[in-house]
């Protein structure tokens, strides 16, 4: 696997981790365990960690040099070239081969062409998001991807023997937004740890956090515009001001850090924007927590908040479903095969922090609608899994390597390895 920019090191919900690093490390480790040996190569961004590290059995971690270790994600584009040709020599020097490379987001799909066909072996990507969707998402005070990265997408997709989306809805934005050729996308999801993110006491979980007796919502995420935790933040303000609570009767928990160029101006904005309504008292910042940690929160909410502008998949969304927790989010991208609207949860327009507190609110006043939900949830939830995902991986490298071509020249000639299979998910 090649995840240049974002070592699956790091823990994800700050700065450039997040749903794609939890996505390689689990993706990884269920493949590791149907007997696939995986090598993750990415970027050295910490000269401290040693160059290899195993992540579990059969999963290394091996870091690259190019360029300096602080790199900034809009810097690394032009270290690619010196990724490739270190990547290249490592691995040669090493004697080891391998079957299939698996690249993650499109600057690995730019590496992901140079040695799959250095190599003669298929080269399978995912995108994890698209530059042209996030553009026709953007919000003010962030910067528009630019053009070096569409076209790089474009270039990816045109070289990728096979395309994973995670929904239809990535599917379609790839076909309509890059004229991506629909035989060559793979619908596969990605998952939620069951074992993990499982429903516990709630009130037992708010007394651990301090919060035994209050209503409590919750937003998980990198804090970056898109992600909207202000639309979090402005529907608790319409619940006071519409007199549905008292300020000590409820908590907004904010858990995540700060993310992309407007990160930081972001954190201070939601900070003007919780003093300007008069919440303090209601709203808890809480810093990025490690993935293992995160139970413990969504244990404690009432609901879950996801306000999001745009969204590939939302693995927040499924993993508060998975714990037993109603999601209220906006109807995009992937969260609309997450939230079953009027079930799971309520699907409603990004950006309407009325409609947020609205259906916020009739999962907090209603306990046994909040308790049905909660139990759809998790039964939704468990359409989802790592392993069944990694089998559904499985599956399509091994078309790949049965068929042992995918040079461009083929794919465009209709030998496409990966065009004549078509993997249908089958959900329960
Ligand atoms: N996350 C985390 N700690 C945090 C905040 C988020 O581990 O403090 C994880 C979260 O559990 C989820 C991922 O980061 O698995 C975010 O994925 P999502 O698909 O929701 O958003 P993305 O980061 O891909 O935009």
Redesign the pocket.
């Known amino acids: 696997m090649l995840v240049v920019h974002s070592n699956p090191l790091a823990?994800?919900?700050?700065g450039d981790?997040?749903?794609?690093?939890?996505?390689v490390r689990q993706m990884a480790a269920s493949l590791a365990q149907r007997g696939i040996k995986v090598d993750i190569f990415t970027r050295r961004d910490d000269a401290a960690t040693p160059t290899e590290m195993t992540l579990r059995p059969d999963v290394r971690v091996i870091q690259v040099v190019a360029g300096s270790p602080e790199l900034s994600k809009e810097q690394i584009p032009a270290y690619l070239p010196e990724f490739s040709a270190n990547l290249l020599k490592m691995v040669e020097d090493s004697g080891v081969t391998y079957d299939v490379v698996h690249s993650h987001y499109w600057l690995s799909g730019k590496v992901a062409a140079i040695v799959s066909a250095r190599w003669k072996v298929p080269f399978v990507h995912t995108f994890?998001?698209l530059g042209r969707e996030k553009n026709r998402a953007r919000r003010p005070g962030d910067s528009p991807e630019p053009e070096f990265r569409l076209d790089g997408e474009a270039r990816v997709i045109a070289d990728a023997c096979a395309i994973v989306a995670s929904t239809v809805e990535e599917r379609r934005a790839l076909i309509e937004l890059y004229a991506a050729h629909p035989e060559r996308i793979h619908l596969i999801p990605?998952g939620v740890d069951h074992s993990t993110f499982r429903p516990q006491d709630r009130e037992a979980a708010k007394q651990a956090l301090g919060l035994d007796g209050k209503k409590v919502m919750i937003f998980?995420?990198?804090l970056q515009p898109l992600?909207a935790a202000d639309i979090a933040i402005e529907a608790l303000g319409h619940l006071v001001r519409w007199g549905r609570v008292n300020l000590d009767e409820i908590r907004l928990l904010i858990?995540?850090?700060a993310?992309g160029t407007s990160g930081a101006s972001e954190t201070g904005r939601l900070g003007d924007l919780v003093e300007r309504l008069g919440l303090k008292e209601a709203v808890q910042f809480?810093?990025?927590?490690?993935?293992h940690?995160?139970p413990a929160f969504y244990q404690a909410a009432d609901v879950c908040l996801?306000p999001?502008y745009t969204?590939?998949?939302?693995?927040?969304?499924?993993?508060a479903q998975a714990s037993g927790v109603p999601v209220v989010g906006s109807a995009v991208g992937?969260l609309k095969a997450i939230v079953k609207h009027g079930q799971t949860g309520f699907l409603v327009l990004p950006g309407a922090s009325e409609s947020f507190a609205e259906r916020a609110w009739m999962v907090l006043s209603d306990s046994r609608l909040a308790a049905g939900m909660g139990r759809l949830a998790v039964c939704s939830s468990g359409d989802f899994a790592w392993d069944r995902s990694a089998g559904e991986l499985h599956d399509l490298y091994t078309a790949g390597v049965r068929s042992n071509d995918c040079s461009p020249s083929s794919m465009w000639s209709g030998n496409k390895p990966f065009g004549s299979r078509t993997i249908v998910l089958k959900r329960p």
């Open positions: 823990e994800p919900g700050s981790a997040g749903g794609m690093t939890v996505y994890h998001t990605p998980v995420g990198r992600k858990v995540g850090g993310s809480v810093p990025a927590q490690p993935h940690r995160l996801v999001s969204e590939s998949f939302g693995l927040v969304a499924l993993e992937g």
